[in-house]
């Protein structure tokens, strides 16, 4: 099986390349990028006006396999994945039963394999049950193939058990990917504090719940020397706290949902369950940070949080609606946006999707090479279509970016020298 990508935009950024060439996949793997290749026998993709790009990788997910598949599976999160450009995904453990034990993980990484449209890199529960008091058999997750541990859905909220986490973690070579959230700050909120709640009567949860837990988890960080990788970060303040630290030299990197750097706290005056997710939508001025974060590099990489779930589960009061929404399918054109904008270049852009998580996780993955696995994603920046949430490749409906005008997408998603998705023209 022989694959010929004829004529794109070669955007590789960790190898600094930006250039046309073909790109020659043989036997799942990438055999050679040169100029006017020649493959007899060979499938060819005419990119000429597109981009070829790593596959993209996504740090933060939700599959929801095992226990909660009515709102979305392996099979159906990673055929988003693939949707969405996406050739890797890193799963968070709060499914049920989490994954805080080998046989959960080797369940998620066995069906991925066998019947999965992307790679699953699992993260494990940093904690038992991710309840925060007793770690997990970190050693035994590794070895099953986890490639970090994280509580998240949850904060661990004892200082001393994250302390002990970090410790084992660092020693073990793993990142700690931590949801920072202050819990007694949060209390019963349920969008961002401020002008807007007040007027829509609704409980507001202050920057500093998240902000306070983040400066914890950086001086652990620091005083443990793990590395400690900062989910969905969504104030300026947060922000600060990272720059500064890495400036330190305090082994720190951090995401950022395309939701946060796309969305303010305004959506919510729709009432809107699909406006509701933790961390809230913040200010214009965080929004404003979040860019400009992405844009000086102090964000790693964009994260989807896809948090797929039920009708039945948003189609309910605000107060009491399920937070989150799904992502996968609309973060590559999110993330164009800020090329429009002005806020990032086309190859930065491509970045934060590939070697950006990459290098957080740790993950031999988001570039090209010539013998690595041909994981590789063709983009059509051009394009422009319509986000119709009843025809996302996800099993759940949850976007606030119905009906979207939307303006690039990838046209193949090329996981292992084999197409996984191409695009209906
Ligand atoms: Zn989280």
Known sequence: ????????????????????????????????????????????????????????IDLHVHLRDPGYEYKEDIVSGTRSAAAGGFTSVACMPNSNPFNDNKAVTLYIRNKAREEGFANVFPVA?????????????????????????????????????????MEYARGFGMPILSHAEDLSIVGDGVMNDGFVATELGLKGIPWVAETAAIGRDVMLAEYTGARLHVCHISTRQSLDIIREARKRGVRVTCEVTPHHFTLTEEAVRTYDTNTKMNPPLRTADDVAAMREGLADGTIDAIATDHAPHHLDEKNVEYNIAMNGIVGLETSLPLTLRLVDDGVLSLGEAIARLTCGPARALGIPRGTLEVGAAADVTVIDPELKWVLEADKLASKSRNTPFEGWRMKGAATHTILGGRVVYQREM
């Open 1 to 56: 099986m022989k694959i010929l990508i004829k004529g794109g935009r070669v955007l590789d950024p960790a190898h600094g390349i930006d250039d046309t060439f073909d790109v020659l996949i043989e036997e799942g793997r990438i055999s050679a990028i040169e100029k006017e290749l020649k493959a007899s026998g060979a499938e060819v993709i005419d990119a000429a006006g597109r981009i070829v790009t790593p596959g993209l």
């Open 125 to 165: 529960s940093a904690t038992k049950c991710s309840k925060g008091d007793t770690l997990a058999e970190m050693g035994d997750l590794k070895a099953a193939g986890c490639i970090g541990f994280s509580d998240d859905g949850r904060p661990v909220a004892s200082g001393e058990v994250m302390r002990r986490a």
